[in-house]
């Protein structure tokens, strides 16, 4: 395995300002989509924006904590 980052994303599903990556002061990253957290989709839609917005591939950002909460963990494969 490479190395890898984990960053913390705060989410705002169902926002008619996404998909949006907005950055805060000390670095955090919050993340609009226009989905809904209804069966993943607004996980998907944040994986999709965020490996976006760090350009990667779409396959090297995984969630690993909070599913279903609004604050998010993802570990970024480098």
Known sequence: ??????????VKPGSRRGPL???????????????RAVDGKANDAV???LANHLG??????????????RLKRFRVLR
Do not use: F, H, Q
């Open 56 to 69: 990667v591939p779409r396959g090297r950002v995984k969630l690993v904590a909070g599913a279903t909460a």
């Open 47 to 49: 994986s999709r924006l």
């Open 21 to 35: 990556v907005e950055a805060g002061i000390d670095a955090d990253l919050t993340i609009y989509v226009l989905e």
């Open 1 to 10: 395995m490479g190395a890898s980052d984990i960053i913390t994303v705060r």
